[in-house]
């Protein structure tokens, strides 16, 4: 059975409107941020909650970093709310990137057999695609969100205010996301952000908002489709299959993952034209949109090819030891498949910068 619909709110202003979260919201609330983060919303939040009706707000700060999105730090999250006495009617809300959101939302789910969460993502990554779609998760060693549940949120709040002090690596990080979005799901998109990628790089109010709104209602209508991950949502990983095997060879340390989802979209792409499934043309515009973006669109200097396939080889996403592809058919359309030869693969890789 599908979970219960929940709102998603992005806009400008919306951690000040206490209206958005009044029927939300229990009395009791606990807040998990990052200091920095923190510093900057918090106190707007506080007051807006407690506009909203909450009577016991506090806020737990824990450092930032994917090397924190451990079992270690749900534990810390779990240990709070029992000392100060949280009980099911309880709200816990993430406050920062997809990182406290995985965390938070993980913890959540798991205390109590369950608590109402609320994303408040204050990345671009978080806005468009972490926030939504109620998959929750913590690392275990070097492997990346291997521990997790489904468990959606009370309420998505994306306010865009908070996008102004993202810093720039991030915010361009988080774009190949939507770029991703339009060149699998919707060419319009994919054509929007062709003419207003300068504008959107500026941080320009109103065509931030419009590409926020748009990517997020295309991950929420995914989600809606597949909510458990079972088929459709498989697209979502365009670009992973390669982005996974440099995140992992580099160690999780010199690549963001939208950085190296736009190296992973590229070989994708190449894919696509190897099998003839797309024309040169559009594997020139995602180039160009790409490397506008300020985005990497080369494999970095130095990786192998025997790295990489090694890396892929052991991607979770495999079936009955095959790699699973997803390849574009056309501008804004994705399929899965698994049977593309592996000379092909290594000519991609090649001609892309993999050494032997
Ligand atoms: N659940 C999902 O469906 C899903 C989807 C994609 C990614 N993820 C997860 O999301 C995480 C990546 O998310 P991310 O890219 O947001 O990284 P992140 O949460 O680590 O944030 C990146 C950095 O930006 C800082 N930051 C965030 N918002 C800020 C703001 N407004 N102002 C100043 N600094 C800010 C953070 O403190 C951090 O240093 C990974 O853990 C990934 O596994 C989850």
């Known amino acids: 059975m599908p979970a219960k619909a929940y709102p998603i709110f992005v806009g400008y202003d919306l951690l000040a409107q206490p209206n958005l979260f009044q029927s939300h919201l229990h009395k009791a609330v606990c807040v998990v941020s990052h200091p920095e983060i923190a510093a900057s919303y918090f106190p707007l939040l506080e007051q807006t909650l407690q506009k909203a009706g909450a009577r016991k707000i506090t806020s737990l700060l824990l450092p930032a970093g994917d090397a924190h999105k451990t079992l270690a730090f749900a534990e810390k999250i779990w240990s709070f709310l029992s000392n100060l006495h949280y009980h099911r009617d309880t709200t816990l809300i993430a406050l920062g990137g997809g990182m406290i959101g995985d965390l938070v939302g993980y913890s959540g789910a798991c205390y109590m057999r369950g608590l109402d969460v609320i994303q408040c993502p204050t990345s671009l990554l978080a806005q468009v695609d972490a926030a939504i779609g109620g998959k929750t998760a913590v690392n275990l060693q070097n492997s990346k969100n291997l521990i997790g549940l489904f468990h959606q949120p009370r309420m998505v709040l994306s306010d865009l205010n908070t996008l102004q002090t993202l810093p720039n690596r991030e915010f361009i990080a988080g774009l190949a996301e939507l770029i991703k979005y339009g ?10 952000l062709e003419t ?12 931030l908002e419009r590409a926020v709104v748009w990517a997020s209602q295309i991950k929420a209508d995914i989600v809606a489709k597949d909510e458990k991950d079972q088929n459709l949502r498989a697209v979502l990983n365009f670009g992973h299959t390669i982005a996974h095997a440099i995140e992992s060879i580099y160690h999780y340390e010199k690549y963001l993952h939208g950085e190296a989802v736009a190296m992973g979209m590229i070989i994708a792409m190449q894919l696509s034209l190897a099998l003839g499934l797309i024309s040169a043309n559009l594997l020139d515009r995602l180039i160009a949109l790409l490397t506008k973006a300020g985005l990497p669109i080369f494999l970095p200097d130095g990786i192998t090819l025997e790295a990489i396939l090694a890396k892929i080889q052991l991607d979770k996403k495999h079936s009955q030891g095959q790699i699973r592809w997803v390849l574009v058919e056309a501008l804004g359309q994705a399929q899965l498949r698994e049977n593309v030869p592996l000379p092909m693969i290594y000519d991609v890789l090649k001609a892309s910068g993999a050494s032997m």
């Open 183 to 192: 060149v699998i799901l919707d060419a319009a998109l994919f054509e929007w």
């Open 196 to 207: 207003h990628i300068v504008e959107i790089l500026a941080r320009k109010p109103q065509a």
